[in-house]
């Protein structure tokens, strides 16, 4: 085959159709999506990943000697393909490959999982390393390629500082004993262990990026976390991403502000730079999610305290909604209260504030009632709990008392105490589950289906 220019369908996708090469013969690579032919002509439906709408590749007795070799290409197949495009006005497609050439590249025999029939999600899941060749793992995985784009760009182009807060860290950072281990040994002698002492995978960068706020005001970390919390649910995995921005000289107004320009930024992002992938999901994952995520772009997010989410669900009981867990002041909302609250009452992103401190973090800064915490959560239909954020506690002998009560270990963290005592200005910030941010935008129920590779428990494929 002679040397021709070889393109892809990204690149062709985004010229104008005026601009489009029909006259040279172009060359493709990709692989084999269908492939269905008649006896004198064939279509394949190609795709090269590049992007998400696939080329149709037309071959033809005349033009091709090896035709019936081709007729027998099943799908899966990677092959190369030459030909020039024609415009296609009147098909679904506004062009499409007259072939003159179609080279076999890498074979794929009819074991091939991935046939044209829909499979479930679940069934998707055993198949982790194929998956992603689907429509909807293309849609998902593309979206969360960009997403990742969207909080970087978000953050960077205003000047905060991006920090890699440790994946190994020797403290457990909200205090719950929901780490994973990391050690060398299998005797549990922490002493004699690679570190010297216990170690776990990080639960989150917060306590460490706390630091990095008090020098830098305005900073980041997006990184992987990690927490061995038995929860099997459609929204827990053990290993997730997420986002956390720390600002200093900032209150729990300013954070909440700062969330909720992230929140419309990124979806905005997204609906902007992923159209087809964007409108695959709602028309295939969830019906009118285009709508629904350009109206929270569009709108004020809605802010209550716990207290009145307390009454709220009070009278709902009063009503006769019914609950499976118990609703009283002090109570720790769960998924069902916290989804009551944003699809029936609001309708819409919700944060909830002030907290009682009891069922939240010792770092939370306390409120001047003494009883509750300057908390926020971001609360979104769907998904319920997205993001967690609170105004950090800077007076040293406030978070030593609460450490006390809540009988947090001194030892260990004199360095967060001691950030309290050099310069520890006012300081907020979130952590925002990323996973649970791409399950919001497009749509996806489970966690497990936005997660490249998941891990929850008992589930660690490869
Ligand atoms: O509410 P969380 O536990 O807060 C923290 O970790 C704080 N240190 C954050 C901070 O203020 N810097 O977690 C924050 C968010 C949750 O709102 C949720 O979206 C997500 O992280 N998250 C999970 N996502 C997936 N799987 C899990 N097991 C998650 N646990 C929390
Ligand atoms: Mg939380």
Redesign the pocket.
């Known amino acids: 085959m002679q040397a021709m220019l070889v393109t892809d369908l990204y690149d062709q996708y985004l010229i104008d159709e005026k601009e489009l090469i029909t006259e040279e013969e172009l060359c493709f690579e990709g692989w084999i999506k269908t492939n269905r032919d008649n006896g004198s002509i064939g279509f394949i439906e190609l795709t090269d990943g590049t992007c998400f709408k696939t080329l149709q590749l037309v071959y033809n007795k005349e033009n091709l000697t090896d035709y019936d070799t081709v007729a027998k290409y099943l799908t899966g197949c990677g092959i190369k393909a030459i030909g020039k495009l024609v415009l296609t006005p009147d098909a679904k497609q506004p062009f499409e490959l007259q072939c003159t050439a179609i080279e076999l590249l890498a074979p794929c025999d009819e074991t091939y999982p991935l046939q044209k029939k829909r499979h479930s999600l679940e069934y998707l899941r055993e198949i982790p390393h194929l998956r992603v060749r689907t429509n909807t793992f293309q849609a998902v995985m593309r979206i969360r390629s960009v997403l990742s784009m969207a909080i970087h760009e978000f953050y960077q182009s205003q000047g905060f500082v991006y920090v890699h807060a440790p994946i190994i860290t020797a403290n457990d950072?909200?205090g719950?004993g929901e780490a994973f281990i990391v050690t060398t040994r299998d005797d549990g002698n922490y002493k004699e262990d690679f570190f010297g002492k216990k170690t776990c995978l990080t639960?989150?960068?917060?306590?460490h990026?706390e630091a990095y706020a008090l020098a830098f005001r305005d900073t980041y970390?997006f990184g992987p976390?990690f927490?061995a919390?038995p929860?099997n649910t459609p929204?827990?995995?053990?290993e997730?991403w997420?986002i956390?921005?720390?600002i200093a000289f900032a209150d729990l107004d300013d954070n909440m502000e700062l969330i909720e320009d992230m929140v419309r930024y990124c979806i905005q992002y997204v609906l902007e730079r992923c159209p087809q992938e964007m409108e695959f999901c709602n028309e295939f994952i969830q019906k009118g999610i285009i709508d629904r995520l350009q109206a929270v772009v569009d709108s004020d997010f809605k802010r209550m305290t716990y207290t009145e989410a307390i009454s709220i669900l009070e009278k709902a009981k009063e009503d006769g909604v019914e609950f499976e867990y118990p609703v009283y002041w002090g109570c720790d909302l769960q998924s069902e209260h916290e989804r009551y609250i944003c699809e029936k009452v609001i309708n819409g992103p919700v944060f909830l504030t002030n907290y009682p401190k009891e069922i939240k973090?010792f770092?939370m800064r306390l409120d001047d009632d003494g009883k509750t915490v300057a908390a926020c959560?971001?609360l979104v239909p769907g998904?319920g709990?997205?993001?967690?954020?609170?105004q950090r506690e800077e007076r040293y002998d406030e978070l030593l008392k609460r450490m006390e009560d809540m009988h947090i270990p001194v030892e260990g963290m004199e360095w967060y105490l001691e950030l309290r005592k050099y310069g520890g200005v006012k300081h907020s910030?979130?952590?925002?589950?990323?996973?649970?941010?791409l399950m919001y935008i497009t749509g996806v129920a489970n966690?497990r289906d936005v997660l490249p590779y998941p891990r929850t428990p008992n589930n660690c494929m490869f």
């Open positions: 950072a909200e719950a639960v989150s960068g917060q306590l990026v970390t976390t927490r919390e929860s929204r827990h995995g053990s997730f997420m956390e921005p720390e973090a770092y959560d971001l998904i709990e997205l993001v967690g954020g609170s910030g979130f952590g925002l589950g990323f996973e649970r941010f966690i």
